[in-house]
């Protein structure tokens, strides 16, 4: 079944270092691969999307990704990380049928 | 600010009732749908609307039940309500099917 992984629940960084947020992900053709970010009490904010073309894709808020075929992935970077970069941050792919599969969310937590 | 809005954004009720979530999408936008979260079962994709037509289900309740309009909104009804159902439903929107969606605030439910 397909399905969107992202091990780590909760991260915690410093303010200014870099960031790396890892989504994996069991589909079996080329996916459609996106990372949508939630401030708490808010809605879901698209940050950057891959379709198909060059693996690195550059997002909003400085925010980058990289999919990696042979690896299933779709890590989730920034180089330098700010306060109110504190959110939960989603993987997603999306199926034929246009329903979007979600991971289970990976908490960011940044300390001063 | 996606353009998406959803009304109304709190809502409580008690177990047994029905109520109403509404979703007016962004402009242009012909495909509507709609996801709960929640804390056991994180983002789950329940149903999508295109153009008026329902296009594809989830894992949506019988007890569950959406339309578009012809002015796109969308509204999702929920009956019979139990506490399981207490979730933030988000609406979302895209050109087509197979694009980038954007997510409205959503509506928190809680059923006591």
């Known amino acids: 079944a397909q399905s969107v992984t992202q091990p780590d629940i909760h991260i915690t960084v410093s303010e200014g270092a870099s960031l790396e947020l890892r989504c994996n992900y069991s589909?079996?053709?080329?996916?459609?691969l996106f990372w949508y970010v939630q401030s708490p009490g808010q809605g879901l904010q698209l940050l950057l999307k891959?379709?198909?073309?060059?693996?690195l894709v550059q997002g909003i808020k400085g925010f980058e990704a990289e999919f990696k075929r042979s690896q299933s992935s779709f890590n989730l970077r920034k180089p330098s990380v700010h306060w109110s970069d504190a959110a939960e941050y989603f993987c997603?792919?999306?199926?034929?049928?246009?329903?979007?599969?979600f991971g289970a969310g990976t908490i960011l937590r940044v300390k001063s | 600010d996606s353009g998406v809005t959803q009304t109304p954004k709190h809502l409580i009720t008690a177990t047994g009732q029905r109520v109403t979530l509404r979703c007016s999408p962004r402009?242009?936008?012909?495909?509507v749908y709609w996801y709960q979260q929640s804390l056991d079962q994180g983002l789950q994709f329940l149903i999508q609307?295109?153009?008026?037509?329902?296009?594809a289900k989830g894992n949506i309740l019988e007890r569950f039940s959406a339309q578009q309009f012809p002015d796109l909104h969308s509204e999702l009804n929920l009956s019979s309500l139990e506490l399981g159902d207490s979730a933030l439903y988000f609406c979302?929107?895209?050109?087509?099917?197979?694009?980038?969606?954007?997510f409205g605030p959503g509506t928190r439910l809680t059923v006591l």
């Open positions: 891959y379709f198909s073309g060059d693996t």
């Open positions: 589909y079996g053709a080329t996916p459609y």
């Open positions: 997603a792919v999306l199926l034929m049928g246009n329903k979007l599969v």
């Open positions: 609307y295109y153009n008026g037509e329902e296009r």
């Open positions: 979302a929107s895209s050109v087509a099917g197979h694009n980038e969606q954007f």
């Open positions: 402009s242009g936008d012909l495909s």
